[in-house]
C-alpha cells in the first residue's frame, strides 16, 4: 500500500472532535438537512402525513394563586433609583 494512504488513515484516528453538536451542520451535511433548535416533540407523524400530538408530552406549568399577593411582576421603567446599602 502506498504510504501517502497509510498515513492519511492515521492521521483521521488521531482527530478528535471536541462536541458531538459540532458533528454535523448545515454546511457540512447532506442537502435538506435541518438540525433543529434542541426542543422535544410534542407528538407523531402518522403513516398518512397526519401529526397526533399527545397531552402526556406538553409542557405543563403549575401557577400558585397570587390574588392576595401585595407585590406586582413588573417594575416600573420611572421607579426612583435606591441607594445600594451593599457596599
Sequence with gaps: MPLGLIQGIGRAFRR?????LDILTSKNS???FYKGKNCKPTGFH???GGYVVV???????VVPDLSGF???PY???????AADSAK
Design 16 to 20: 478528535k472532535r471536541t462536541s458531538s
Design 30 to 32: 447532506p442537502r435538506g
Design 46 to 48: 402518522t403513516r398518512k
Design 55 to 61: 397531552p402526556e408530552k406538553l409542557p405543563n406549568y
Design 70 to 72: 401585595k407585590l406586582k
Design 75 to 81: 417594575v416600573s421603567q420611572c421607579a426612583p433609583q
